[in-house]
C-alpha cells in the first residue's frame, strides 16, 4: 500500500550551496525507493498562528519500506548536517489513510 509522506520546509536562503548537495544526495534516493513527488505547494498565507513553513511537499512512497530506506540509507544519515545548513524548518510527517 503506497504512504504519502507531507513534508513542511522553509529554505535556508542564505546556504543554496547546502540546498544543492542536498539535493543530489536525496533525488537518486528517491527514485531509487520508487518515491515521487506529486505536489508542491507554497505557502502564500497564515490565517491562524505562526507560518509552519515556506514550503508544503507531498511525495508519494510505494509502502513504508521505501520511507525506511530513503530516512534509514547511509547517504541519507551522511548529509543530515547539510540538511540542517540548506532548512531552517525541516518537518518530515505520514498522512494516515
Do not use: C, H, W
Not at 504519502?4 to 544543492?20: C, F, Q, R, Y
Not at 525506511?68 to 540548506?86: C, L, N, P
Request: glycine residues 4%.
Amino acid at each position: 500500500m503506497t504512504v504519502t509522506v507531507v513534508a513542511l520546509v522553509t529554505v535556508n536562503d542564505d546556504a543554496p550551496e547546502a540546498l544543492a548537495a542536498y539535493f543530489r544526495v536525496t533525488g537518486p534516493l528517491l527514485e531509487k525507493a520508487g518515491a515521487k513527488i506529486v505536489q508542491r505547494f507554497e505557502i502564500s498565507e497564515t490565517v491562524i498562528g505562526l507560518e509552519p513553513a515556506q514550503s508544503v511537499v507531498i511525495v508519494e512512497y510505494p509502502n513504508r519500506d521505501a520511507v525506511d530506506q530513503v530516512f534509514g540509507s547511509d547517504e541519507y544519515q551522511m548529509i543530515k548536517e547539510t540538511r540542517d545548513k540548506a532548512f531552517s524548518n525541516y518537518q518530515i510527517s505520514i498522512v494516515a489513510r
